[in-house]
């Protein structure tokens, strides 16, 4: 079997922990009573799906947000919704990964949206002042991609782009259907829960390294 040559690493869940009811309180905030049964933290519903999935643009997405409520809602608090959605990200992570960097291809495939990922490509993103580019070798966005894990095709985009082998890469991850869907292509997996540290990555790399 292949040692480890790539880590691919989930966004929400992983590197930054999420904080649900902060993004449903703000949401409903501006009048979106039925939020619980649109957002979701693996994979949005409705029209939260679809700025996520790229069909539908942000501007798009405003203009839904301000009909569905009856309201004029400011962009900026629609972008808080989502942006509460993350809590402050911990800054040993983001080193912790700059230096996997030194030994590993490392790369992010997140199922995401163009608001949460402006403020990510911004110097807002973490406490050293550096956008999120800065710490990956490539970034794999569902909005980018046109869709979403844990369907196949949004791995097979990544597979063909970053020109990795499966064999050869440790995918990272919440949700256990995105793990099930990684594995069945091939991949190395560990599926991160709240209990997990981002120590025991070292421990999945060199088990997966001596099988």
Known sequence: ????????????????????????????????????????????????RKIEDGSMSREDFYREICRLTGKNIDSKDIDQGWTNFLMPIDQKRLDYISD????????????????????AMSEKFSSAGKPINCYFDGLYLSYKLGCLKPDFEIFNLM????????AETLFIDDSEANIVAGKTLGFKTFWFKKENSFSEIEDMIAYYGQI
């Open 1 to 48: 079997m292949s040692g480890i040559k790539n880590i691919v690493f989930d966004f929400g869940g992983v590197i930054a922990d999420l904080d649900k009811p902060a993004a449903i309180n703000k949401f409903k905030e501006i009048g979106i009573d039925n939020i619980e049964e649109l957002l979701d933290p693996y994979r949005q519903k409705g029209l939260f």
């Open 159 to 166: 597979i063909k782009l970053s020109e990795i082998n499966p």
């Open 100 to 119: 996997l960097r030194k030994t590993y291809k490392v790369l992010l495939l997140s199922n995401t949206n163009d608001i949460i990922m402006s403020w």
